[in-house]
Nanobody
Framework: EVRFVESGGELVQAGGSLRLSCTAPGFTFDGYAIAWFRQAPGKEREGVSCIGSSFGNTYYRDSVKGRFTISKNSAKDTVYLQMDSLEPDDTAVYYC???????????????????????WGQGTQVTVSS
């Protein structure tokens, strides 16, 4: 069974940086949009960022624009999320998933459609202290 493996989460002070990584053993990213989602305690899961199969196709939710950068290493089938200027509201478990239906990042009402994504991993905890 294919599942993403996320890593890089830890406790960091506000204003700090982290780089998250995700890979999925046995799964080739080519041709699929890969996204980061997050879920904070008591809150719904939300799409954070997405990178499509085509160069330059990316998506960021408004609250992370200018602070987070998504990238991928196709040779390693690894997607990264560079998170700078972290804020306490960024505290959440961060998950990777693949859109098996689309190669580009698409949104509805400005948001990623979570149910289009698959191969969810266990997530990595990011905690930002104030």
């Amino acid at each position: 069974e294919v599942r993403f493996v996320e890593s890089g989460g830890e406790l960091v002070q506000a204003g700090g940086s982290l780089r998250l990584s995700c890979t999925a053993p046995g799964f080739t990213f080519d041709g699929y949009a890969i996204a980061w989602f997050r879920q904070a305690p008591g809150k719904e899961r939300e799409g954070v960022s997405c990178i499509g199969s085509s160069f330059g196709n990316t998506y960021y939710r408004d609250s992370v624009k200018g602070r987070f950068t998504i990238s991928k290493n196709s040779a390693k089938d690894t997607v990264y999320l560079q998170m700078d200027s972290l804020e306490p509201d960024d505290t959440a478990v961060y998950y990777c998933a693949a859109n098996l239906m689309r190669s580009v990042c698409t949104t509805v009402a400005g948001r990623l459609v979570g149910h289009e994504f698959a191969y969810w991993g266990q997530g990595t905890q990011v905690t930002v202290s104030s």
